[in-house]
């Protein structure tokens, strides 16, 4: 591995600083990038996320043994007393982790494409290709809207240079710079460990068709297990309301019927819509639980909502659980919906 730009004696690299060059900062957006900490962003500028990017490693370097649950390697052995504190504040110790971890063949680079345009529209043809009885294929495209912008990887735009795999951060923990879960890909696939393994990054990271074929089980599984509670007594609450607690609906059109899992964007059309308010629409109706925004979700007011208690199935509140659950789910599923709703209607 090269001498890493930034790691110089008394260099600092911080938000606000003058010290650090653009290209200074850029690689070490890069290296933060690669190594799975930096969101997106490769544009030499070193501002919030690349700050919370530090913090994150920062903490991970201090605290993370994460090799029982499935990772590759254990992030505290990096440390070796180097890094004392979480400041988002890049010295040459940390610079020195950082080259320890790029240069261990045990810790894998996240992947990145040399043309992720070319990548990204590849991904776009195979899912207008897919047949699937396991998930309806609309849902999936509109989950993956959802989820990535139906982007594998990451497309520069002006002074960025990113072209890594996308990856979305979860940092629910009371520190917001603690990351606790990150999805890969375009169907963001979710590791509750970090980092990756070797073997993970070539099945689901690398392979376009592997991220989408986890992304139909993914959601066959909230389907099957999360929606009535037939299987493990987890119901989805909006389903109970609306719907009951009677059998799944795979589609209101019976298997031998060419539109069976197929014709989800007319249905959507046919259920009718529904507007929601800020503060004012409730979850469900059996809840006191409103519409607000959250974190994730700055926007709470949704127009032209179509209904999801009168599609005919229950995909809707499978997406719902394919998020979770709370308020932040319904806000998922309200997005999907209004993405499905949006694409080309099946030729007859």
């Not at 950082?98 to 776009?124: H, T």
């Not at 109970?240 to 795979?250: A, D, K, M």
């Not at 059109?253 to 007319?266: G, K, T």
């Amino acid at each position: 591995m090269p001498r890493l730009s930034y790691r110089q004696p008394g260099l600092i690299l911080e938000r606000g600083g003058t010290d650090a060059t653009l290209e200074q900062v850029r690689d070490l957006q890069r290296d933060l990038r690669s190594l799975g900490y930096l969101r997106s962003g490769l544009d030499g500028k070193f501002g919030p996320g690349t700050q919370r990017a530090v913090k994150a490693l920062q903490h991970d370097l201090l605290a993370k043994m994460d090799k029982e649950r499935g990772a590759a390697v254990d992030l505290m052995d990096y440390n070796q007393g180097r890094v004392a504190l979480v400041n988002g504040v890049c010295n040459r110790s940390l610079a020195n982790c950082i080259s320890d971890m790029l240069d261990d063949p045990e810790y894998p680079d996240l992947p990145k494409a040399e043309d992720p345009r070319a990548e990204n529209r590849l991904l776009a043809d195979e899912i207008a290709a897919l047949e699937s009885d396991q998930a309806p294929v609309p849902f999936i495209a509109a989950i993956l809207k959802q989820e990535s912008g139906l982007r594998h990887f990451h497309e520069p735009r002006g002074d960025d240079r990113d072209t890594y795999i996308t990856i979305g951060l979860d940092t629910n923990a009371g520190e917001k710079h603690m990351i606790t879960s990150r999805g890969y890909g375009a169907g963001q696939y979710t590791l509750f460990h970090h980092p990756a393994t070797a073997v993970e990054v070539a099945d689901f990271m690398l392979d376009i068709g592997k991220n989408l074929s986890k992304a139909f089980a993914e959601l066959r599984e909230k389907f099957d297990r999360f929606v009535n509670g037939a299987t493990n007594g987890t119901r989805a609450d909006d389903r109970r309301v609306e719907i009951g607690s009677g059998p799944l609906r795979l589609c209101k059109f019976e298997p031998d019927d060419p539109r069976h899992l197929r014709d989800c964007v007319r249905c959507l059309e046919d259920a009718g819509s529904r507007d929601i308010t800020e503060g004012v629409t409730r979850l469900h109706a059996g809840t006191q639980h409103r519409y607000v925004p959250t974190q994730y979700y700055r926007k709470s007011s949704y127009a032209g909502v179509p209904r999801r208690e009168k599609i005919g199935c229950d995909w809707p509140y499978a997406v719902r659980r394919y998020n979770g659950s709370g308020v932040n789910s319904y806000h998922y599923q309200t997005r999907v919906l209004l993405f499905l709703s949006k694409f080309p209607k099946r030729e007859e």
